[in-house]
């Protein structure tokens, strides 16, 4: 555990982001990897399923992620406080909520799977396929969650490198699998799913046996945990707009997945791999705005307001350095980088569009992310979803969706930096009320 609340703030926020940047980075492997062997070894059709597989996942997971951040936010603010006793009945509630939830999701999404593809007009002859692909990952959502809810419960507490170690040993697994189901044993995109839910579920018994052997706070005691309302209702208070504020990004996914199945399977894969790519590229931002949000809640519960500002500052400059980086990369390597997903010559051309316009945006997007990190961290959440819900459903969809018409599907790339810019626009005068200042949220738990 990592008390956040005193020492060089620059410092503390790289040193708290980089093992959690590198841990997600090898998260995303497991999908990359799925979709570097689906496209080599199975086709357009199949690097399809997968692709449009990932946005279904996440719109059934999108408010159960949200839900969990609130319950992060008031973990790192009782572990800024020192309030031991209320940081472990906070755990336990926020362990049963992901357990139970996980379950009927897992039974929901496979029972609905069929006709949400068919809701986004996915092609007849790539739904068989990412049905079989989808509902073998649902059936991972207890590992998923589970892994994911520890992880958060630690980084809450300043831990950030735990994770870390399991995560690129589950990676490694994954990649093992998924070379061994699809390539040894031909059991095609089943296979790769099947991989991904054994890695899952590997990293998370691992993490937790761990734990339970390493850290007597933290054991696993399924039997003795105690579901406390009052820390659950808070924790929806808090958490429910960032839950809204994913599932428009989720529901928004969909919508715009349905505007890019008008140009049929090419234009699908291309999409497909230019997201896993971008989802590689939003990654610092991603993080240092995460650890900001443990560093803002700790120092809100510890009472010190004035070391946020300077968190601000110092992980502006860091996230603005990485986004000029990522970006010069991105130009250089466009072509490079596509050709490690699919031979297509068409698949390599959209996805290079993709890259060169989106790209060149990345420091709006790490600058929006950012203070909307701060806002979360300070339990300030509504904010954020509206931001969302401006940036995505009043700006991209509709003008993703326009352009599309008169430009073909540069115009649905267009309408990224346009929706990030707007969004980057008003986080930014919403901070500059300073209101957010006023909200601690354990105050009266």
């Keep these: 555990m990592h008390d956040l609340t005193s020492g060089k703030v620059g410092r503390q926020i790289l040193r708290f982001t980089i093992p959690m940047l590198i841990g997600n980075v090898f998260q995303q492997l497991y999908n990359v990897v799925d979709s570097i062997v689906i496209g080599k070894f199975l086709g357009n059709e199949a690097l399809a399923a997968v692709g449009a597989s990932f946005p279904m996942i996440f719109t059934l997971i999108s408010m159960i992620i949200g839900l969990t951040s609130g319950g992060t936010i008031i973990i790192a603010q009782f572990f800024g406080a020192k309030n031991m006793?209320?940081?472990?009945?906070?755990?336990?509630?926020?362990?049963?909520?992901?357990?139970?939830?996980?379950?009927?999701?897992s039974i929901a999404?496979?029972?609905?799977?069929?006709?949400?593809?068919?809701?986004?007009?996915?092609?007849?002859?790539?739904?068989?396929?990412?049905?079989?692909?989808?509902?073998?990952?649902?059936?991972?959502?207890?590992?998923?969650?589970?892994?994911?809810?520890?992880?958060?419960?630690l980084r809450g507490m300043g831990d950030s490198k735990t994770p870390l170690y399991f995560l690129i040993v589950a990676t490694v697994v994954n990649t093992i699998l998924d070379i061994l189901f699809v390539v040894g044993f031909g059991w095609g995109i089943e296979g790769a799913a099947i991989a991904t839910v054994i890695a899952q579920a590997g990293a998370f018994i691992s993490l937790i046996y761990y734990l339970h052997?390493?850290?007597p706070f933290l054991r696993f005691t399924p039997l003795n945990m105690r579901f406390n309302k009052a820390i659950f209702w808070r924790s929806v208070q808090i958490g429910l707009p960032t839950g809204f504020q994913q599932t428009f990004v989720a529901v928004g996914m969909l919508a715009l997945y349905r505007v890019v199945n008008m140009f049929g399977t090419t234009v699908i894969a291309a999409y497909a791999v230019a997201m896993r790519i971008d989802s590689f590229a939003s990654l610092p931002a991603m993080n240092f705005a995460t650890a900001l949000s443990s560093f803002v809640g700790q120092n809100i519960g510890a009472n010190k307001p004035d070391r946020v500002k300077s968190g601000l500052m110092a992980t502006l400059k860091m996230t603005s350095l990485t986004s000029v980086g990522v970006t010069i990369v991105a130009w250089l390597f466009a072509e490079p980088i596509m050709r490690l997903f699919t031979n297509d010559a068409g698949v390599v051309a959209a996805g290079?569009?993709?890259?060169?316009?989106v790209s060149a945006f990345y420091i709006i997007f790490s600058s929006m992310f950012v203070l909307n990190g701060v806002l979360r961290g300070a339990g300030d959440t509504i904010v954020p979803m509206f931001v969302t819900l401006i940036s995505l459903w009043i700006v991209r969809v509709p003008i993703s969706y326009v352009l599309a018409q008169k430009i073909g599907p540069i115009g649905i790339w267009w309408g990224i930096p346009i929706a990030w810019s707007i969004g980057a626009l008003f986080a930014y005068l919403y901070f500059r009320t300073g209101k957010w200042k006023t909200r601690k949220v354990i105050s009266d738990l």
Excluded at 85 to 105: C, E, W
Excluded at 352 to 357: G, S
């Design 85 to 105: 006793d209320q940081l472990r009945r906070t755990i336990d509630t926020l362990y049963i909520f992901l357990f139970v939830s996980s379950f009927f999701l």
């Design 109 to 153: 999404g496979t029972l609905i799977s069929p006709s949400l593809f068919r809701l986004i007009d996915l092609p007849e002859e790539v739904i068989p396929e990412a049905v079989r692909y989808f509902n073998i990952n649902a059936w991972g959502f207890l590992f998923l969650f589970g892994f994911q809810g520890t992880t958060s419960i």
């Design 213 to 215: 052997r390493t850290n």
């Design 352 to 357: 290079k569009d993709y890259l060169y316009i």
